[in-house]
Nanobody, 125 residues
Framework: QVQLVESGGGSVQAGGSLRLSCTAS????????MGWFRQAPGKGREGVAR??????????DDSVKGRFTISLSQDNAKNTVYLQMNSLKPEDTAVYYC????????????????WGQGTQLTVSS
């Protein structure tokens, strides 16, 4: 069973940086997609960034492109996906979720198979 555990959320001032981590265990296939999503109060869930292990390709939503970077670290049986967030803005405030899908990255967040519990990011102006 795949399990995802996020960490690294917190409070930061606008313009600051923070790194989120998501450790995934139980991944038994070498081709998978790890993604970060977020949900702000009163809004729907939106994609932030995705990383496909098959070729190392990444995708970042336009709202975070140039500010957020997704990366993957593989160590034995554990895979850790990071989201480095720079130049943070108050509109980045949300609960951030890590998710995993088998194979190439799906377009819709509903197609991701496993989800973490979420971690809160609050950016103050």
């Amino acid at each position: 069973q795949v399990q995802l555990v996020e960490s690294g959320g917190g409070s930061v001032q606008a313009g600051g940086s923070l790194r989120l981590s998501c450790t995934a265990s139980g991944i038994t296939y070498s081709r998978f997609c790890m993604g970060w999503f977020r949900q702000a109060p009163g809004k729907g869930r939106e994609g932030v960034a995705r990383f496909y292990s098959g070729g190392g390709s990444t995708y970042a939503d336009d709202s975070v492109k140039g500010r957020f970077t997704i990366s993957l670290s593989q160590d034995n049986a554990k895979n850790t996906v990071y989201l480095q967030m720079n130049s943070l803005k108050p509109e980045d405030t949300a609960v951030y979720y890590c998710a995993m899908a088998w194979g190439p990255c799906p377009v819709a967040w509903t197609e991701f198979n496993y989800w973490g519990q979420g971690t809160q990011l609050t950016v103050s102006s």
